[in-house]
C-alpha cells in the first residue's frame, strides 16, 4: 500500500479520528473563533495589539502616531479589536484608554490542541502501521 493509498483509506474508514473532528467542531463557539481569527489577520492590528502589551493601557491618539493612517483608521482597527474581546475601551472624558485582554486567546490555543492531538493520534496510527505492516 502506498502512502498515498494509507492516507485515502485511513482518513475515510477511521470513525475514531471522525469523532474527534466532530467533537472538535461541536466544542468550539465557532463564531468566537473566527472573530479572534479575523481581528489577528490584519498586520495592523496585530502591531496594535502587541503595542498595547507592551505598554499597557494607552490613549487612543498615542496608539496613532506610531501609524501612517488616520485617527479614524485606528479607532476602526480597535473596534475590530474589541468585537473580538482582545482589548477593553474605557472611556474618562473625551480621553479613551485601550488595554489589552487575553483572555479570549484561549479559544485559539485550545483550538490549535485539538488539532495538535488530532495529528498525533494520526502519527501513532501511522507509526502501528508502518512497524506492524498492517491496518487495524
Known sequence: MTVLEFYS?????????LYIFNYMVESIDDTK????????SD??????LTQVC???AS?????????????????????VLEGAGLVK???????????????QVEIVSNW???????????????EDVLNTGEEE
Open 9 to 17: 483509506t485511513f482518513w475515510l474508514t477511521n470513525n475514531l479520528d
Open 33 to 40: 473563533l473566527s472573530r479572534l481569527l479575523k481581528a489577528v
Open 43 to 48: 498586520s495592523t492590528r496585530r502591531a496594535l
Open 54 to 56: 507592551q505598554q499597557g
Open 59 to 79: 490613549r487612543v491618539t498615542d496608539l496613532a502616531t506610531h501609524y501612517d493612517m488616520s485617527l479614524n483608521a485606528i479607532s476602526k482597527h480597535i473596534k
Open 89 to 103: 475601551r474605557t472611556t474618562i472624558g473625551r480621553t479613551h484608554l485601550i488595554e489589552a485582554d487575553l483572555s
Open 112 to 126: 490549535f490542541a485539538s488539532l495538535r492531538s488530532i495529528w498525533a493520534l494520526s502519527l501513532d496510527r501511522l
